[in-house]
């Protein structure tokens, strides 16, 4: 698994974002929920939030240094 990591971010500061901090698109709690760079450089997938259990369509785009953009959708039912 090591080696993937390494294709998908190459050497720089050794930092990869594990987490994230997002505000729920329901009931505007801050919620930190776990990013897993191991899905690659883009992810996408569904989670409830923690407080009012709703679920979010999740998009995660990791830059070239690490980094994770997050953005949330709701999920209309």
Same mark, same amino acid.
Request: glycine share 8%.
């Given at each position: 698994?090591?080696?993937?990591?390494?294709?998908?971010?190459?050497?720089?500061?050794?930092?990869?974002?594990?987490?994230?901090?997002?505000?729920?698109?329901?009931?505007?709690?801050?919620?930190?929920?776990?990013? @897993?760079?191991? @899905?690659?450089?883009?992810?996408e997938y569904v989670e409830?939030?923690?407080?009012?259990?709703?679920?979010?369509?999740?998009?995660?785009?990791?830059?070239? @240094?690490?980094?994770?953009?997050?953005?949330?959708?709701?999920? @209309?039912?």
């Amino acid at each position: 698994m090591m080696d993937f990591l390494d294709d998908e971010f190459p050497l720089g500061d050794g930092v990869v974002d594990t987490e994230a901090e997002v505000q729920c698109p329901y009931c505007g709690e801050i919620v930190v929920i776990s990013l @897993d760079p191991g @899905d690659g450089s883009v992810a996408e997938y569904v989670e409830d939030c923690e407080v009012c259990c709703r679920p979010w369509q999740v998009h995660i785009e990791y830059a070239s @240094d690490g980094h994770a953009s997050v953005q949330l959708e709701t999920l @209309d039912d």
